[in-house]
């Protein structure tokens, strides 16, 4: 039985000088060397490129296994009509062998997007270890919805949660993970732009952090974050 992980999670700003970023993207992932990489704000436009750049970072980082899930034609939410499709979801990148399935969330009438769940079942020698990619709504409320929601769907085994929460109150977090059996961490800035955290990972009380990390690179808005877990 595989006895760690190391996981790192990042909201790579879509499109926004990417492919100025792109590369410090990829030293820094390539320096943390993770088993898995949750990423959000992926996006497929072939405006710029005809792949999604979670397969553009993959083509030099050689992970073996990797998904991208559409959640949203940025476009058409925008309602802009005769232009070509732009997606935006999310993506996982991983050593692991994996199945992978998509949970979808309750649209709230005033939100544009669609939120869903990235659910990627990773196979560790004998064991499945449940990883769910998320990025919920940026409105506050809709945020500690979906959070919410998404908790309420969880099932045996009980699943690591990384990715970009959008709640900024340590109180909030604090709570859910409390009430959930989850631990996390909140002592770090992930978002210097509004001085708080957006980015969270959520581990069941069974597992335990080894190694904590808001990493200091600037390669996005958002800041990486990286843990190694025992398992």
């Not at 969330?105 to 005033?110: A, G, M, T, V």
């Not at 800035?189 to 980015?199: A, I, K, T």
Request: glycine content about 2%.
């Amino acid at each position: 039985m595989a006895s760690k992980i190391k996981i790192m999670t990042l909201n790579i700003h879509n499109y926004h000088d990417f492919e100025e970023r792109k590369t410090r993207i990829i030293k820094l992932i390539k320096r943390y060397n993770p088993d898995i990489v949750a990423l959000q704000e992926i996006r497929k436009n072939k405006k710029f490129h005809q792949e999604d750049q979670a397969k553009q970072l993959n083509q030099e980082l050689k992970f073996k296994y990797h998904k991208f899930l559409q959640v949203n034609n940025i476009n058409k939410a925008k309602g802009l009509i005769n232009v070509p499709p732009c997606y935006e979801g999310l993506a996982i990148l991983s050593k692991f062998p994996f199945s992978n399935e998509e949970i979808l969330l309750k649209k709230h009438k005033e939100d544009k997007f669609v939120r869903k769940i990235l659910v990627a079942n990773i196979q560790i020698e004998n064991q499945i270890i449940p990883i769910w990619v998320v990025h919920f709504s940026n409105n506050d409320l809709f945020a500690s919805l979906h959070a919410k929601e998404a908790l309420n769907h969880i099932k045996k085994p009980q699943p690591i949660i990384l990715g970009d929460f959008n709640i900024k109150y340590p109180s909030e977090i604090k709570k859910l993970a409390e009430e959930n059996n989850y631990s996390t961490n909140l002592n770090y800035v992930s978002f210097p732009e509004d001085n708080c955290n957006y980015d969270y990972i959520f581990i069941p009380k069974k597992f335990t952090f080894l190694t904590f990390e808001c990493l200091p690179e600037i390669v996005s808005d958002h800041k990486a974050l990286f843990a190694e877990i025992k398992l």
